[in-house]
């Protein structure tokens, strides 16, 4: 078993412990996140450090670190790195990579877990896991199971030296969003395009959500929400530098899950605006 | 005839050229600071088009002296020589890569006849010096001209805390 894996299960076998808010529909669900150290990087092989979290305030680690089940590093030349340093904590999850190719890395933790719910003996119960396990979750004689499949992803983008864009290849898998802006080319006071995808597919008609951080230090919620157009286009213009919270939801009945009535899908990107 | 002049030496080290080819100036003052902590600056010099792209690189000064390359890692913090021109170079790059320089004035001259300046289109530019420092700020100053200059022309600019009085002179 993958040390992944081993931080999945535990993860997972706590689940009906914990309080089941981050489990439910996406109307409750908390913001998910990684959160870069930098995005524009020089010099000879440096060091990228990324932290993950489930909370809502950004960037704040105060509700459950982030499982890093799923996670896969892209290099400019499409192989994979590797993480160093993991660390699964309480509110925080974090680790470390080494950028030793110039051009741009993406960073991502994609989910594809399931959630369960049903009834045996007359009690309730829950069960979560990785989607390809919902065929022996669920023990014969439940009933009422509803399961929902979960697609979530979470990314962060950085760049050595000159951008490239090899990384921006989608997988046509879930939301997922694909930079007509360069993510690592963004400054205050300038518009930004992005494209967002639903397998494969233009989102068209879906609210992303870009909110700045240092939400502690204000009054506002500071949130403004975007529309993807027809062919899954987006703009924003960001009104100062800062590391800004980009996400999209949706939830519909897509799922090739057997048994899955809904998949909530879902997709956050962390973006370094810099000041001109 | 061509006339080979390096980029970064002042026409003193030459003995005073005759009148031949135009010529740019620059003065750069880095400000002496009262800090616990004091670094030399990083400084890059460019010329860049109205729409901010770089026409051509003048003088980048930075830690070049330290092993492995290690200087290079903050050439980032000047953020817009970084975005406009300098993450597509391998510095060192001979000719406008130079170490930190102390607090004072220096000086820059180059030559009409040679590059970067032979292959100047002819327009409307921007002089940019950024300056980034340790423990510091980062501060961008822009002095606009005319190449070639018709006229003998000066341009001045003075920074608030990373950098002083800037002046360019062209001769035509």
Known sequence: MSRFQSFFRSFAAGAAALSLVSLAGPAEAHRMWLHPSATVLSGEDPWLIVDGAIANELFYFEYYALPLEGLAITAPDGTSAEPQNLNHGHYRSSFEVQLVQDGTYKVAV??????AKYMQDGETK??????????SAIPAGAEEAEVTHLERRFEV??????????????????????PVTHPNDLFAGEEATFKLLLDGAPAAGLDVEIVKGGSRYRDAAGGETVTADSEGLF???????????????????????????????SYSATLEVLPQ | MRKLVPAGLTASLLGAPAALAGEMEINVEIPRLDVAEYHRPYVALWIETPDHKAAAN?????????????????LKDMRQWWRR????????VDGISSATKAPGTHQLTFSADAAPLAD?????????????REVGGR?????????????AAEETAKGEHELGAVRLTLKP
């Open chain 1, 235 to 265: 703009s924003f213009t960001w009104p100062e530098a800062g590391m800004y919270w980009l996400g999209a939801e949706t939830v519909d009945e897509n799922t090739g899950i057997p048994g899955a009535q809904k998949r909530n899908a």
């Open chain 2, 120 to 132: 100047l289109p002819p327009g409307e530019y921007r002089l940019v010096i950024e300056a980034a």
């Open chain 1, 126 to 135: 829950y069960w979560r896991g990785m989607a390809g396990e919902i065929g």
């Open chain 1, 110 to 115: 994609a989910q594809d877990a399931a959630f």
């Open chain 2, 85 to 92: 021109t300098g993450r597509s170079l391998d510095m060192p």
């Open chain 1, 157 to 178: 983008f950085a760049t050595v030296g000159a951008p490239t864009e090899t990384v921006f290849t989608p997988t046509g898998k879930g939301l997922e969003m694909v």
């Open chain 2, 139 to 151: 501060e961008l100053l822009r002095l606009p001209f005319q190449w070639p200059p018709e006229d």
């Open chain 2, 58 to 74: 003048l003088d980048v000064w930075y830690d070049l002296a330290l092993p492995d390359k290690e200087g290079t890692e903050w």
